[in-house]
């Protein structure tokens, strides 16, 4: 028989090999870009090419595909064997998505009778294992014609699925899709031009928090709840912080706080998780935030673009007070013109032990970049541009075939990076200094969303579908 000791040693290892091996082999995609909002999950061998198009005679590589009802940005999560997605079901008709150069203040005309739907599915099969209507009704808001009503993708945390909707709702179900509470925040209009443009912040999880971004303008706060039973615990006003952002919060734990940070303009904030307190706060940047702040190298990055500017910044987590870099006057006329392959874009002197360094060009628009071996990716219409994740060194900015419009956020594993576009192609790149298209993969249908990584399968959602790659 085994003595105490061995019976202790043998949990040990247990507890050390055998249960990070499960976790590895279940990969969790857990929110919107994945564990930590960094959009990688190493592990496993990806595939490089195929070709996922009905209507080519040489369809390869599709592991399933199943139709996805409705109209929705909202990118696949992925919790052991199921994948979750959120849509928004027209009663009457189809809704209409324009795509293309869409930036006309245009709004859709949604006035008729909507359901907000979560669905859940098989992550081996494709197979529809269970939807849930979270709300029903006309929209409160408006949403552009490039955007959805449905926008946003769910969190889980491996017991709690939480969706919300904006102006629709926040709904917390369980695995199986019983509802277990669910919140009115009041109408949150993201607004420019007088329209709603249609609210895109994914909620973020940690431990029993959640945290939602509402900058809409007229009333912008964030909001923290307890995720158990939806008690909100805190509120801050962004009055004079922010006037609308689109970007998902990034919830990170530091060597001493827990950072709330979130992309906003004219300003962005790290808050204290616990308290609300400010921690730290940047001026400037491009004045529609949509990129998601994430962490790599023990940094936060935080990219934006629109209007004067197109940073980049690389943050301490142990920044305090206006951090702003020091030369923001100096902003660039041009740079909201993201095709313009600017190589003079170069790390600036910054603060000390506050910013690691930051650039007024190369910033990303609609996609949050993906830092992966020792590189930041950033892409943007038809423009693939890379940075040196440490120092900023520019390395290179190169156009990807016919200007591909890269609106999803990018991700990367196995040496690759997967730029999936609105023309319906996946691009897949070489990590590298140098740009190094290894294919370009024909998906048949439109893509916005942000693809999901989980043993060595890639999941699309495009605009009719759900894929599988493998």
Known sequence: MMSIKQ????????????????????QNWPTFRGPGGTGIVEGHALPTSWNADLDS???????????????????PVVWGDRIFLCTAIAESGDSTLALGASGKPTAADDSGEHRWVILCYNKSTG?????????????????????????TSVAVDGKHVVAFFGAEG????????????????????????????????SPAIHKDRIALTCDDPANPFLVVLRLSDGKELWRVSRKDISVRSWSTPL?????????????????????????????????????????????????????????????????????????????EDESEKDSSKEGSANEDSQPKPQPKNAIVWSTNRGGSYMSTPVVYRGNIYLGTSGIIRCFDARTGKNHFAGRLEGRASIIASLVAADGKIYCASE??????????????????????????????????????????SLIAIK
């Open 7 to 26: 019976m202790a040693l043998l949990t040990a290892w247990v507890t050390l090999f055998v249960t990070p091996l499960a976790a590895q082999q279940s």
């Open 57 to 75: 005679p040489d369809t390869h590589g599709v592991l399933w595909r199943t139709p996805v009802p409705g109209l929705g940005h909202s990118s």
């Open 127 to 151: 197979k529809e294992l269970w939807r849930k209507t979270a709300h029903q009704g006309i929209p409160r808001t408006t949403r552009h014609v490039k955007a959805t009503q449905a926008n």
């Open 170 to 201: 926040l709904y917390c179900y369980d695995l199986d899709g019983n509802l277990q509470w669910s919140r009115d925040l009041g109408v949150i209009n993201i607004s420019k031009y007088g329209i709603g443009w249609g609210y895109a912040s």
């Open 251 to 327: 919830i990170h734990q530091g060597p001493k706080k827990t950072h709330v940070v979130v992309n906003g303009w004219p300003w962005v904030v790290s808050y204290d998780l616990e308290s609300g307190k400010v921690l730290w706060k940047i001026h400037g940047g491009g004045d529609n935030p949509v990129p998601t702040p994430f962490v790599s190298n023990d940094w936060f990055y935080i990219t934006s673009a629109h209007g004067a500017q197109s940073p980049i910044y690389v943050v301490r987590p142990q920044a305090r007070g206006d951090i702003t870099p020091l030369d």
């Open 423 to 464: 023309d319906g192609t996946v691009y897949v790149l070489a990590a590298g200094n140098e740009l190094n298209v290894l294919a370009s993969n024909p998906m048949g249908e439109p893509c916005l969303a942000t693809p999901a990584i989980s043993q060595g399968v890639l999941y699309f959602r495009t605009t009719k």
